[in-house]
């Protein structure tokens, strides 16, 4: 089974493996993005998104630990290379058996993993989907196989909502933290927003956050708008805001009047330095009295 996105769209590819009961791996591709989902008995068990050449992934399963704080940059390198030397072990698998982080944890990331790629895949407005059947045997730490219709309820959510929650923040890269001398009360939360809130000690980038959390960026940018709606968090652009183009041009319009100015300042400096040695050379009694020899010698 496979075409393009145009004429058969991505909730109706998941609902008819979903109906059909099948295994194996779904491909959904876009330019240099790529995805594979993959189902047992027609539910969601993995999700494995391609990482481009020269460009870091944020859901790849390592990266999220990475940025949770779970693992160092230096460990996530070596898992790598050992999944590499391992026979294609998964990192979820390689990190449970070294101990590095529990398997209850790792089955929590794997769900936020597979409703990450999801959610990226719906943003899709063209490419390609093949699938391909094989059997598919869920990893006895990757918790209960995830129902289609039940995470595309959610894909469907993330459409409508939240481009609605993202345009209440600072567009590009911008910061997070608490409002200092706010009380609160914890259990007045939302379970998001408790997440969120203990999450804000960590870190105060959004996306650190949002993985410390163990939620998506769709989640916690619709609990970070709650406590903002309810003035506890403080929110600011991280970007250096540009002048804009008539400063701009007035600022070097200016440098170019001072660097004038210093060059003219070098030049009369020469020029007065060149004056006193013609002046000492050639206009100083013991010269005049030089050239009167050298005039009445020829």
Avoid: N
Avoid at 111 to 133: N, S
Avoid at 148 to 156: I, Q, S, T
């Amino acid at each position: 089974m496979q075409g393009a996105i145009a004429d058969f769209s991505i909730p109706d590819i998941f609902q008819l493996i979903s109906s059909q009961g099948k295994s194996g791996v779904l491909k959904i591709s876009c330019e240099d993005r790529s995805t594979d989902f993959f189902f047992s008995d027609g539910r969601i068990v993995d999700a494995q998104p391609c990482q481009p050449p020269g460009r870091e992934v944020r859901s790849l399963l390592g990266v999220m630990f990475r940025d949770a704080g779970y693992i160092t940059d230096g460990e996530l390198k070596r898992v790598l290379e050992a999944r590499g030397k391992g026979g294609g072990k998964k990192i979820g698998e390689i990190l449970v058996d070294r101990g590095m982080v529990p398997k209850e944890v790792v089955s929590r990331y794997l769900l936020l993993q597979i409703k990450e790629c999801l959610f990226d895949v719906l943003t899709y407005k063209e490419g390609r989907y093949k699938f391909e059947a094989f059997a598919v045997r869920p990893v006895p730490w990757a918790g209960e196989p995830i129902r289609p219709d039940v995470l595309m309820m959610e894909g469907m959510q993330f459409l409508d909502e939240y481009p609605i929650y993202r345009q209440k923040f600072p567009a590009g890269d911008y910061r997070i933290r608490r409002r200092k001398g706010e009380r609160v009360d914890p259990y007045s939360f939302s379970e998001l927003e408790r997440l969120i809130w203990k999450a804000l000690e960590f870190s105060d980038e959004p996306e650190r956050v949002f993985r410390k959390a163990c939620l998506t960026g769709f989640e916690g940018v619709k609990a970070l708008f709650a406590l903002k709606e309810r003035g506890l968090i403080e929110v600011e652009s991280a970007a250096v805001p540009e002048a804009d183009d008539a400063h701009r041009i007035r600022e070097e319009i200016l440098l170019r009047k001072r660097l004038a100015w210093v060059k003219a300042a070098l030049w009369a400096g020469a020029a007065a330095v060149l004056l006193l040695w013609v002046r000492k050379m050639f206009l100083s009694p013991a010269a005049s009295e030089m050239f009167t020899g050298w005039a009445g010698f020829f």
